[in-house]
């Protein structure tokens, strides 16, 4: 039995499909001007900017590979960016977990209020946040990072985490009763190990979100030492504002651990987005 597409579905088709390759040639596009001219000398990128490096300068990606500078900047967004979404994921979890498994007054407002959280601008909340750290004496200390980074990462981790706790059935929570679960035994033992694509958003959510920050580490941290990936770009452009070439080959190589990290979650970020969509 053979079905025909009408013509209308067959141009809606074209149509998306044009649209998605649109969208995928202003994303790759960029990225692969970026890694082909870390890999060519300023005179290449003036001559001829979109073609292959002739002759390949991979100088560029060693010299900055070797340098410790780099490897510096990266242990730090690794550290802060782990710390950050260890802190906001745990605490939302359980936060997202009582919001979504208990009923008491208030809960609604509780849980609006996290909502709107997200309609707050970090930028608003740069000069008291400072203060506030300079206070706590938390200035050129990695907690000044970490801790507010978790602080506004909790509204989308609490609404999408509250979401995929609402759909685990009520007889899977009874079921771990009778068998001799209190409260944290079912959220530890049964409802963890049920939402792990969820948290596995959320969590790389959270961890490229760190990664990218630069507002918040270039305002905190006055030691260098204490620079992340985003701030030490910023500095190295800055340094080698003549030099184009190395400053591609410092981008793409600031960007490959976010990458890869969302490749190898891949999966499990659109399996969890889906579930809390359905909650």
């Known amino acids: 039995m ?4 009408s013509p209308g579905v067959r141009a809606r088709r074209i149509v998306l499909h044009l649209v998605s390759v649109a969208v995928g040639a202003l994303i790759v596009v960029p990225v692969l001007f970026g890694v082909l001219g870390g890999f060519k000398d300023n005179g290449q990128l003036s001559t001829n900017p979109l073609g292959w490096p002739d002759p390949w300068v991979p100088g560029n990606y060693t010299g900055i590979l070797t340098s410790e500078v780099f490897w510096r900047q990266l242990g730090n967004s690794v550290l802060i960016a782990v710390a950050s979404t260890v802190i906001v994921v745990g605490s939302a979890a359980m936060a997202a977990f009582v919001l979504a498994r208990y009923a008491f007054r208030g809960r609604e407002l509780l849980a609006t209020l996290f909502a ?3 309609m707050f601008p970090f930028a608003v909340a740069i000069l008291p946040l400072f203060v506030l750290l300079r206070g706590m004496g938390l200035l050129d200390n990695p907690l000044g990072v970490i801790l507010p980074q978790a602080a ?5 981790t609490i609404i999408i985490l509250r979401q995929f706790f609402r759909t685990i059935p009520g007889e899977v929570e009874e079921a771990a009763v009778l068998d001799g679960c209190g409260p944290f ?8 190990p049920m939402a792990r694509p969820a948290l596995a958003t959320v969590s790389v959510l959270a961890i490229v979100s760190s990664w990218n920050n630069f507002m918040l580490p270039l305002v905190v941290f006055t030691d260098q030492s204490w620079w992340t990936l985003p701030v030490g770009v910023q500095a190295f452009q800055g340094q080698y504002a003549d030099d184009t070439a190395r400053v591609l080959a410092y981008v793409v190589l600031s960007m490959v651990p976010a990458l890869g990290f969302y490749a190898v979650a891949e999966r499990q970020l659109i399996g969890g987005l889906a579930g809390s969509v359905k909650g």
């Open 185 to 192: 035994g079912f959220f530890w033992r049964v409802l963890l």
């Open 2 to 5: 053979t079905t025909t597409t």
């Open 116 to 118: 709107v959280g997200l």
């Open 152 to 156: 506004f990462g909790l509204p989308v």
